[in-house]
């Protein structure tokens, strides 16, 4: 009985080492086979993935990007370093670099898309859509479009139902777009366009540049409304909310025909509290995703008649946007819908709220620079109470005699666009806060120094 039972452990031993042996060969060979299959699958696509990986994996010390279209040295890309660093590698700090706030380059956003570097990434075939058109004979990509009106409602910053839709290049094609749309084709007299000061400059230089018949610039909103001047007159008005430079929640102070710029209507630069219902709205790709150097903006239109003249305008300007960029921004958009759309806002939200505590930290100590007022607002994206992070600070230098806050900040080592660019006066100046991390630190940097000397005593960071 006891040789029996001895066998019978034998056999089960060996049986469960065979099976062991089996099971271990299968999920090696299995798993093998299954990488391979999925490596045969890629044929013409790995040569130029493995170009992107590589020349992306050049660190520039941090302090700059190579780019697969950048020049190449001995070859070998070149780094394209960040203001005031430089070398081959970017390594080298410039000394005394003074702090170049001037432009609204959306970088700081770059961190987000190099950490969905997987999802983001796009890869276009020699031939992918050669066409001028789609399928349907339209020069637009219906599923950008869905993805677009899925993201507004998403967000809940305005209404697409039973709205149209136009791409532009960029949302600066799409404001004078607009404004063609607008103006009064029978009117003898041009249709007067107009911004409430301080307003984004390209609205005065577009439609003074392109010297319509039909439109001409007429200034400020509020000297129109003290004046009355609006009587009987055909008005434009731009209504940028929020607004560049001071980042105010704005409305239509005339109360005639209304073009809502929304470039800067994300859960990044404001609480967003309800949904826009324009008749005409715009919006870009460059300050909801950072990339403004996709140029790609969409305007979002109540009546047919109008859709149809902004359509025009972009069909006879471009023959349509260019469906490489079509595809990107449909590839951006679909990691941007990801978990409702989280990710994205809270990395761009925390960014711009850490940015703005460490800014007036450094401006509560100032009584000779001031900053603009923000006041907390219901975020229904957020569903909580918060202050705007606006994309800009509006400074203003408080003693009478520095009347040209621009000259005194440079004095300081700081670049700032001056406030006459906006229409304003030049006591004020705006400075960028949405450029790189780098630039965002000696910004800081140069502000704390200048601060400092105010309070006789130098502090560097
Ligand atoms: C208020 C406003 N509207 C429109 C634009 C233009 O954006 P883009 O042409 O990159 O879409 C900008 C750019 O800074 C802006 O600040």
């Given amino acids: 009985m006891g040789k029996m039972k001895r066998y019978c452990y034998g056999f089960c031993l060996l049986i469960s ?35 992107a990986e590589e020349v992306a994996a050049i660190s520039c010390s941090g302090h700059g990007r190579a780019y697969v279209d950048g020049l190449v040295f001995d070859g070998q890309p070149v780094c394209e370093c960040y203001d005031c660093y430089g070398g081959r590698d970017c390594s080298e700090l410039s000394p005394g670099c003074a702090a170049d706030a001037e432009s609204g380059d959306p970088v700081f956003l770059e961190p987000f898309w190099m950490q969905h570097a997987a999802d983001s990434a796009v890869v276009i075939s020699g031939w992918h859509r050669m066409s001028y058109r789609y399928p349907d004979y339209t020069t637009m990509s219906e599923e950008l479009e869905n993805y677009i009106r899925k993201l507004h409602s998403l967000v809940g910053n305005a209404i697409t139902e039973g709205r149209y839709l136009v791409f532009g290049i960029g949302s600066s094609q799409l404001l004078n777009a607009a404004v063609y749309a607008l103006s009064s084709e029978n009117s ?29 610039f007429e200034g400020d909103t509020n000297s129109w409304q003290s004046n009355n001047w609006t009587n009987n007159m055909d008005v434009i008005e731009f209504v940028t909310s929020p607004n560049n430079p001071d980042g105010e929640l704005k409305k239509s102070v005339l109360g005639g025909k209304t073009i809502y710029d929304h470039a800067y209507f994300w859960p990044h630069f404001t609480p967003i509290t309800g949904p826009s219902d324009h008749d005409l709205m715009i919006f ?37 946007i260019s469906k490489d960029t079509q595809l990107r921004v449909l590839k951006l958009l679909k990691v941007s819908v990801e978990g409702d759309g989280k990710p994205l806002f809270e990395f761009s939200y925390n960014k711009m709220r850490d940015r703005w505590d460490r800014l007036t930290a450094v401006f509560s100590k100032s009584t000779r620079f001031s900053i603009q007022q923000r006041h907390p607002l219901h975020c229904n994206f957020f569903n909580e109470t918060r202050l705007p992070s606006p994309a800009y600070a509006w400074v203003k230098c408080e003693r009478e005699e520095e009347d040209d806050c621009g000259a005194v900040l440079e004095a300081g080592k700081i670049i700032g666009r001056s406030g006459s660019i906006f229409s304003a006066k030049d006591r004020y100046t705006r400075l960028s806060l949405i450029k790189s991390q780098d630039d965002f630190e000696l910004l800081l940097q140069r502000l704390t120094e200048l601060v400092a000397l105010e309070n006789g005593s130098i502090e560097t960071m």
């Fill in 188 to 216: 003898s007299s041009p249709s007067n366009v107009l911004a409430s000061i301080p307003f984004y400059p390209m609205y005065k230089e577009q439609t003074m540049f392109f010297n319509s018949e039909s439109f001409q």
């Fill in 17 to 51: 080492i065979a099976i062991n042996i089996l099971l271990s060969i299968n999920l090696y060979v299995g798993e093998n086979n299954q990488q391979t299959t999925h490596r045969s699958l890629l044929t013409w696509s790995e040569k130029a993935a493995a170009e």
């Fill in 284 to 320: 870009t790709l460059s300050k909801l995703t950072g990339h403004a150097g996709t140029r790609f903006g969409w305007a979002i239109i109540k009546d047919k008649d109008v859709y149809e003249k902004v359509a025009n305008y972009i069909s006879v300007a471009d023959l349509g």
